[in-house]
């Protein structure tokens, strides 16, 4: 390992899942310019407002500096043996199921792999789950059902070669604005091109479309049950494909005509044009994002979308296909590796015993767990019944960022032994830990991520590490060695975990599944943003089902799990803004970012705001069942007359605090776990 700055090197965004190469120039006082990588095949030389001052966010200003226990700096060796002598007891007391980490999209693939590897091969335990739960569990769960596999189909060149693109959920512009400026490109350079966005509310992605289908939230199993039944009945059916490759298809078609009864609350001009369009344009891509994922119905929405694509035998096609975009640079690579509680590495189960025993020879584990974990919200839940009783957060902040936030505070502060890996002491997550361990961030860490299209690209170092900061890979063996498997975890450098991987992921061949990277033997420092697996699956079948086809599934649309009450009358929509990240821990350094919204709103319809006595500007209280947020008003016509929308990203202790997770029902969606961030019920009031 060094810790020289270098000159230029080479990297990729520290934000979103688009995965935009950076060309990153150190000033050799701790400063850096960025620019977007012209040769990087995600965004070719483009970069987002956020990108673009990532050079602004990197000042060493408040971050930790020394682990910590309590309130006294220590050195690593003390922090380090104590968590691992606390994760041994406790594991010695009540058991494996008794420890859990909990981990973030943020993470570089290495960092997962040996968190993986830690907890499910050595602990024995699959309590690991990451903040990825709340991004796209029900896209994998989604994939998993239809293809057998979690494998996007195609990648970011078929938005720009589809005569049709369907943004399902997703506000491209501001959470991934640099595919949404390729299709604008496209769109330019191609007249044919029409775009529909389909959301609840009209965003900065709308302007862009032809069509903006505003439909009530969580209809949209009912839309496309609605669509299957219009292609069948205009005879669009690929008979051919369905037959070699579908299975299911009968029993889809029938579920949906018995679903179109469902009243759909649309303008009958706009669902006809949506329908004409979908059915007359055979190059069809449908990108589906948070909209579609945080749901109660998130991953039969996955798959109603995906049933339209395969029933037209549209799919792995140049410029077709139902494509997934992640919110985080490495959520794919956290799928890839394992990260989420029921999964292992490479794209296999943990619950299949084959699987579970070819990783465990591999690892030359002494035990494996025969059942997945706790997801996100569960875990949380065990934490606070007593159930886990410790607990390692890395890189991520669910005081902020989990349904029913407060109560996930609580459950930490009362929790016997909570160790947070963090950039800064003063998230509202660390303020909960009993160890504190400082972790590297964007320009300090090396590894590797993988984008929404399944392109793995290099994260460089271009800064010295700050203070006594360290790898979470390198944090996470060093544990591993003190519980006393030294063997297991005698990593030097990230390549040492990438090259271990890598080998690992030949067992694809054995299983037959899709991910496969054993054959990357090229020189991991020079490494080139490269796709694993072909351009497009799916073209001519071969799906990972044991007889190798598709199923398109039966499906029933539900209405959101909170239910509208008198006195929690208006549906809660939350999401993101053009120029803040997550919890704000780094965007919030950049004095331009913070020009464009520098205060936690409340998105109110005109209508609705005149009903309550709200004025522009004015402060609202939001009130439901688990908690309180005070924001200002900003009174528009985007949002529906009994809808409100609360961006994610501030916290605070004096008004405006916008906290709104605080606020969210903590329902899950039953198949995948992900919760239903979007769809709350709440009381909005003048403060
Ligand atoms: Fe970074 Fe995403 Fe913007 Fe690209 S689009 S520069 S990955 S935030």
Not at 175 to 186: D, E, G, M
Request: glycine share 8%; aromatic share 8%.
């Amino acid at each position: 390992m060094t810790n020289d700055p270098v000159k230029t090197v080479r990297t990729t965004c520290a934000y979103c899942g688009v995965g935009c190469g950076v060309i990153a120039t150190p000033d050799g006082n701790g400063g850096v310019t960025v620019k977007g990588d012209p040769h990087h095949p995600a965004n070719l030389g483009r970069l987002c407002s956020k990108g673009s001052q990532l050079g602004q966010t990197v000042s060493t200003d408040g971050r930790l500096l020394a682990p910590r226990i309590g309130d006294q700096d220590t050195d690593w060796d003390t922090a380090l043996s104590l968590v691992a002598e606390r994760f041994k007891s406790t594991i010695e007391q009540h058991g494996p199921d008794s420890v859990a980490l909990y981990v973030s999209g943020q993470l570089l693939t290495e960092d997962y792999y040996v968190a993986n590897k830690l907890i499910k091969g050595y602990m024995g335990t699959a309590n690991i789950d990451t903040n990825s739960r709340l991004c796209m569990a029900s896209t994998v769960a989604g994939h998993k059902r239809a293809f057998g596999t979690d494998t996007v189909p195609g990648n970011y060149t078929d938005l720009e070669q589809a005569d049709l693109i369907v943004l399902v959920g997703s506000n491209l512009a501001w959470c991934h604005p640099v595919l949404y400026q390729r299709i604008s490109a496209a769109k330019d350079a191609n007249q044919n091109m029409r775009i529909i966005n389909v959301d609840p509310r009209r965003t900065a992605t709308s302007d862009l479309a032809d069509l903006h289908m505003s439909i009530a939230p969580g209809s949209d199993v009912a839309l496309f049950n609605r669509l299957l039944v219009e292609i069948v009945d205009r005879g669009l059916v690929d008979a051919d494909y369905v037959a070699q490759h579908v299975n299911g298809f009968d029993d889809a078609v029938a579920a949906a005509h018995a679903d179109v009864t469902e009243t759909l609350d649309i303008c009958d001009a706009d669902l006809m044009a949506f329908l004409d369009m979908w059915c007359s344009t055979e190059k069809v891509v449908t990108v589906f994002s948070q909209g579609v994922n945080q749901s109660t119905s998130g991953a039969d929405k996955v798959n109603s979308i995906i049933n339209c694509h395969l029933a037209t035998g549209r799919i792995g096609r140049t410029g077709m296909g139902p494509f997934s975009v992640t919110g985080q640079p490495n959520a794919m690579g956290g799928r890839e590796v394992g990260g989420l509680a029921n999964m292992l590495a490479c794209h296999l189960d943990i619950e299949n015993a084959e699987h579970r025993n070819a990783v465990r020879t591999f690892w030359d584990s002494p035990t494996m767990p025969t059942q997945a974990g706790k997801k996100a919200v569960d875990m949380f839940d065990a934490v606070a019944d007593g159930t886990i009783k410790a607990i390692w957060i890395m890189c991520t902040n669910p005081v902020v960022s989990l349904p029913e936030a407060d109560k996930v505070r609580q459950a930490l502060l009362d929790c016997d032994f909570v160790v947070v890996s963090e950039m800064f002491a003063t998230t509202d997550t660390a303020k909960c830990a009993d160890v504190l361990l400082p972790a590297t961030g964007w320009g300090e860490k090396d590894g590797t991520v993988t984008n929404s299209d399944r392109t793995v690209s290099r994260q460089r170092p271009f800064l010295p590490k700050p203070g006594m900061a360290r790898n979470d890979w390198d944090i996470m063996a060093d544990v591993g060695r003190r519980m006393g498997w030294k063997d297991a975890f005698d990593y030097a450098t990230p390549e040492d975990v990438f090259r271990e991987y890598a080998a690992l992921s030949g067992i694809a061949t054995k299983f037959e599944r899709d991910f496969d990277i054993s054959d990357w033997t090229d020189d991991y420092n020079a490494m080139f943003p490269r796709r694993w697996g072909t351009e497009r699956f799916f073209e001519n079948g071969g799906f990972y089902h044991a007889d190798k086809k598709a199923k398109m599934l039966p499906l029933k649309s539900r209405a959101p799990k909170s239910a509208i009450t008198t006195d929690r009358p208006f549906r809660l929509n939350t999401g993101r803004v053009r120029d803040h990240w997550h919890t704000m821990t780094r965007t919030a350094r950049s004095p331009r970012l913070s020009q464009h919204l520098a205060e936690p709103f409340v998105e109110i319809h005109p209508d609705t705001a005149s009903r309550l006595g709200i004025k522009p500007a004015h402060l609202v209280k939001l009130t439901s069942d688990h908690g309180t947020a005070i924001v200002r008003a900003l009174v528009t016509d985007r949002v529906r007359r009994r809808e409100v929308f609360v961006p994610i990203h501030w916290t605070g202790e004096t008004a405006p605090t916008g906290r709104v997770d605080a606020l969210v029902t903590g329902y899950v969606d039953p198949v995948s776990g992900q919760p239903e961030s979007k769809a709350s019920t709440v009381a909005v009031a003048p403060f």
